[in-house]
């Protein structure tokens, strides 16, 4: 079980704070260090994932607005000097447009890897993904879909999500949930470098549509050895991140380091915590979450979108009908309030590690 | 004469400027005017400009008007018996979606709306294959998913239908994009609605496939009505001929009753369109003689008698009929023969239908995903259990 570390400072809160180093306590198979890896953030790791993404299909595509300069975080960096104008390229401003332009490539059989720019403006698209994308194999009786054949493509919607520290409104959305509940697609979320590479490449080869979402503000910050070669890390699959006995903490992305020095603070408390990232959040992975609490007896969930409605809510609600009679406490959710994301209150609208701390604390006190 | 300095650069290029303050007209002075080949009584006007059809396919044309039209009475009325329990008619727009269909060759890929069987009948789906889809049974190539009339057929190059207005025109763009990619001697035909080229999709659609320089034809059918809501209601242009500049687009005008004009504008488009790799934007003025669907009634929002003047006066299934028995092609006889057949198809791939074991229970469960995850082989399990404890709560005709 090797240690791989990820620092970051969240700046733009008025102090600098140090992020503790980040665990990635298991590694898969595919994740580990054979052969190279180098140390590189999160907007190369993706940035790799789509080089090998494109190298190895020659129908593989990847558009969206700003995309051919290397985009606005950087993600597609390259990919239109190598890959050429035709299969690298921006679209008109029109998030409807590329999401319905990318389910007519997928359904041709190509591998369509469409970019919306931020997840605050992923709304448009959202009759294309719900209403067609999910329902493009169901409702043909698999004739058609986004999408099985022979090469099996598909179509992949990337997006930037999350808090940036000064982001507001509609630069720091999680808009999770509102996928969540549509049959037909598939959520996922990466918390790190090498985590994001491998799972990008899964979602790409992966003949449902997916939605993507980075959290926008390791792709900077979150740095980390990734191997360089062409590896996919499972989707629907858990992994314990950190094991403990005392309490089950579950969340995805960029939450996960908060909640990381969450776990170290309660241990020096005797706390002990098992902190699982969920990595996928449909079809999520109930087996490993509902295994940890019949270990634990108490969960814990946390995320930066609003508490009313979000995902946290699909796993309380699971694990309460799974394990009431194992519960030694009420599910808590940690996680952000019921407001539009704030500018100045950010600090005060977020789920914090004192709040996590506090919450575990409760819990395990009940 | 515009002199060097009288023009001005900027991003998008250079544009000569004027000191004279002029706004465009939010008209011209006269509409767009609208191609067509046939007089109302089916004579063809002469010295027109037209791409000529031969007599088998113009016999096939003249004969699946008749049988769509037929096979629109038939399922509308046992919609009415309450054997199946939707549908929507294509009458008025026969010449619409058979010419255009009979234009354009089987590699071409079709994005429907919804009111263009037409095309699928051209290119061969049966009777009976209609039928399944409406009575939802276990042949439906949808698996009894979707209502009545959501038709798809990949053998036909003819994509699932969806309620959703526009829905698929930005998909034509990517459809196209791709075929693009492959050089294909292909093109993808999208159908729209007047009503539905108010939705965002139309914008996008048209926009991606102008910058794309895909080859798709939008086909627009202008029907006058967006179920109760007139053209009146839904535009201030002159129809949707005029948006096609507005994106680049080469666009045209034609009387969607003439189903020479139609089949001639079709050939043409998906030339320019293969050919040239770019959009083409057809406007297809017609009439939707019948309700919006069976669950529409258009006496009450228009008069009785507009419609039975379109019906009768302006039928296109008459007025290709005039022109396809004054060349010598149809007969009275044939006519009688072909009316009575389909009747009878029809009856009997209705009984065989309304027949025919729906799909099985486990059909609810697959194709939401390639494969079923977890959660969904959970519901199954726990779903059949309650259907074994309660089965009075569930249709007999569904296996389990």
């Known amino acids: 079980m090797g240690l791989r570390n990820i620092i970051g400072k969240r700046l733009g809160l008025g102090l600098v704070r140090r992020r503790k180093p980040f665990s990635t306590a298991t590694c898969d198979g595919d994740g580990n260090g054979n052969g190279n890896a180098k140390s590189i953030n999160l907007y190369s790791a993706i940035n790799q994932a789509l080089h090998i993404a494109l190298e190895t299909d020659n129908r593989a595509f990847v558009f969206g607005e700003d995309v051919s300069f290397g985009g606005v975080f950087r993600c597609t960096t390259g990919l239109s000097d190598r890959f050429g104008k035709a299969r690298v390229f921006n679209t008109p401003l029109c998030e409807q447009g590329i999401v319905g332009f990318g389910i007519g490539l997928a359904a041709m059989g190509n591998r369509a890897i469409a970019e919306i720019q931020f997840a605050d403006y992923i709304y448009p698209a959202f009759d294309q993904i719900v209403n067609e994308a999910a329902k493009f194999r169901y409702r043909s009786g698999n004739q058609f879909n986004c999408g099985v054949s022979n090469k099996f493509p598909g179509l992949t919607i990337r997006a930037p999500y999350g808090a940036v520290g000064h982001g507001g409104h509609y630069h720091s959305q999680s808009p999770e949930a509102f996928f969540c509940h549509v049959p037909g697609i598939k959520v996922v979320i990466p918390r790190s470098p090498r985590q994001a590479k491998g799972l990008l490449l899964s979602c790409i080869r992966d003949p449902n549509p997916v939605v993507f979402f980075e959290p926008k503000w390791l792709y900077r910050l979150a740095v980390e050895e990734v191997p360089e070669h062409d590896y996919m890390l499972p989707l629907s699959e858990a992994e314990v991140i950190r094991q403990g006995s005392d309490i089950t903490l579950v969340g995805w992305g960029a939450q996960l380091s908060v909640m990381e020095q969450a776990c170290n603070e309660a241990e020096k408390d005797g706390i002990s915590c098992e902190l699982i990232d969920l990595k996928t959040l449909l079809p999520w992975d109930k087996e490993t979450v509902e295994a940890s609490v019949r270990k634990t007896g108490r969960v814990l969930i946390s995320h930066e979108a609003p508490v009313t409605g979000g995902f946290g809510a699909e796993i309380s609600a699971s694990i309460v009908e799974r394990c009431f009679l194992r519960l030694e406490a009420p599910v808590a959710r940690v996680c952000g309030l019921d407001t539009p994301f704030p500018l100045v209150f950010e600090p005060f609208y977020m789920p914090t590690k004192n709040k996590i701390l506090d919450a575990i604390k409760a819990t395990v006190n009940y | 004469m515009t002199l060097a300095w009288q023009s001005v650069d900027f991003p998008g290029g250079k544009v000569s400027y004027t000191s004279e303050m002029s706004f465009i007209s939010e008209s011209s002075q006269t509409r767009v005017p609208c191609y067509r080949v046939l007089e109302d009584d089916g004579d063809l006007i002469s010295d027109c400009d037209f791409q000529q059809v031969s007599k088998e396919d113009a016999v096939k044309m003249y004969s699946n008007m008749v049988t769509l039209q037929i096979m629109d009475n038939i399922f509308y009325e046992a919609q009415r ?27 071409d890929i079709i994005l429907p709306q919804y009111r263009e069987p037409g095309v699928l009948l051209w290119r061969g789906f049966t009777l009976q294959e209609f039928a399944d889809q409406c009575f939802g049974n276990k042949a439906d190539y949808g698996k009894g998913r979707q209502m009545p009339i959501h038709y798809g057929s990949k053998k ?39 009503g539905g080229t108010s939705e965002g999709d139309f914008h996008a659609g048209l926009n991606f496939a102008a910058v794309m320089e895909a080859p798709v034809i939008f ?39 003439d189903a020479l004009a139609v089949y001639s504008a079709v050939s043409a488009a998906r030339e320019m369109a293969i050919n040239e790799q770019r959009p083409i934007l057809i406007e297809a003025l017609t009439y939707r003689v019948g309700h919006h669907s069976t669950s529409d009634d258009s006496t009450k929002y228009r008069q009785l008698d507009e419609i039975v003047y379109w019906k009768k006066a302006r039928n296109p299934v008459n007025r290709f009929r005039n022109w396809v028995q004054n060349i010598g092609w149809w007969s009275e006889q044939q006519e009688t023969q072909l009316r ?30 390639d494969h079923p995850p977890s959660n969904l082989e959970e519901q199954e399990k726990h779903l059949r259990e309650t259907v074994t404890r309660h089965p009075k709560d569930y249709p007999s005709d569904i296996s389990v």
């Open chain 2, 340 to 369: 009575n057949s389909v009747r009878k198809q029809l009856l009997e791939a209705i009984q065989v239908a309304e027949k025919t074991e729906k799909p099985p229970l486990s059909e609810l469960f697959t194709d939401v995903y």
């Open chain 2, 219 to 257: 086909f627009c059918r202008n029907n006058g009505w967006a179920i109760s809501t007139n053209v009146s209601e839904q535009f201030r242009s002159d129809g949707i001929v005029v948006k096609g500049r507005a994106y680049g687009i080469r666009s045209i005008r034609v009387d969607g009753n």
């Open chain 2, 156 to 194: 036909h190059n003819f994509f699932t239908i969806s309620s959703p207005i526009a829905t698929q025109l930005p998909q034509a763009a990517g459809i196209a994009y791709s075929l693009k990619m492959d050089n294909k001697k292909a093109c993808v035909v999208s159908y729209i609605g007047d």
């Open chain 2, 81 to 107: 018996q309450g054997r199946i329990s939707f549908y929507l008619t294509s009458a008025g727009e026969e010449a619409i979606s058979i010419a255009s269909a009979a234009a354009l060759s089987e590699q």
